[in-house]
């Protein structure tokens, strides 16, 4: 059976926790679908994590829809999530539209977008046109110029007002869920008490209803695990270390003509 938007809401309502990945081709999505994660989060993330930039920020709608089409082919009958990169949405609802629904002829089932205040316009703007949405607060990579860096967001309680306001508002625009990312446990724990809707963490604490890691991260083999990780994440693996060993042991025996063998030739 399909993972759809119902059966998220459903988890909220009947309490249960659920954890959102994300991934980027096809067979890291198979990999995905076969540990029954029920969610997939096609992220704009893909900029820093696979395609060597320095932030989200220089992804374009042709990367995405290229990385959605793999993870669509990979993994059908999961909730895909398609990430609208900075520039997709920011110009006017109609280009919001198109992007939007580009993501759903690549395969997804919905679409991403960082923001509040404004951001809701363009919501309700989707999911009047049956485009699911799902909001994304507090530490948003897209602001990252706004923000000064990566800063944990809802520290004073001017924005941590803000942020409770524009999860509600978010909420009535018509999205089916919010992440939120890099604010304090208690404020989470206060807007996922308040919304009907799922709220999705990381970096929020333990309270949300569910959980979203990215996979570079949870295998070892992102830039921020070889290179120090951020408190919120959390390598379940070193995939890193052992491609590391592998590749080494591999050149080694090219080196030194153990491989290829007569077992390895044709004959």
Known sequence: MSVTVKDILAAKREGRRFAMLTAYDYPTA???AEAEV????????VGDNVLGYANTL???????????????????????????????????????VMHATAFLKAGMHAVKMEGGGWVAERVAHLTERSIPVMGHLGLT??????????RVQGKTEESRQRILADAEALQAAGAFAVVLEGI?????????STL????I????????????????DLLGISPHTRGGMPKFARAYDDI???????????ADDVREGRFPDDAHSYH
């Not at 963490?201 to 570079?216: K, S």
């Open 184 to 192: 304090p446990r208690d404020l989470a724990a206060t807007i996922t």
């Open 30 to 32: 198979r990999l995905v």
């Open 38 to 45: 029920p969610v997939i989060l096609v992220g704009d993330s």
């Open 201 to 216: 963490g990381i970096g929020a604490g333990p309270d949300c209803d569910g959980q979203v890691l990215i996979l570079h």
């Open 196 to 199: 009907a809707i799922p709220t």
């Open 240 to 250: 890193g270390d052992r491609i590391v060993a592998a590749a080494r042991a591999y």
């Open 141 to 150: 990579p897209q602001s990252v110029n706004a923000f000064g860096g990566m």
């Open 58 to 96: 220089p992804v374009t709608m042709d990367e995405m829809l290229h990385h959605a089409r793999a993870v669509a082919r990979g993994a059908p009958s999961l909730l895909l999530v398609g990430d609208m990169p900075f520039g997709a949405y920011q110009r006017s609802c109609e280009e919001t």
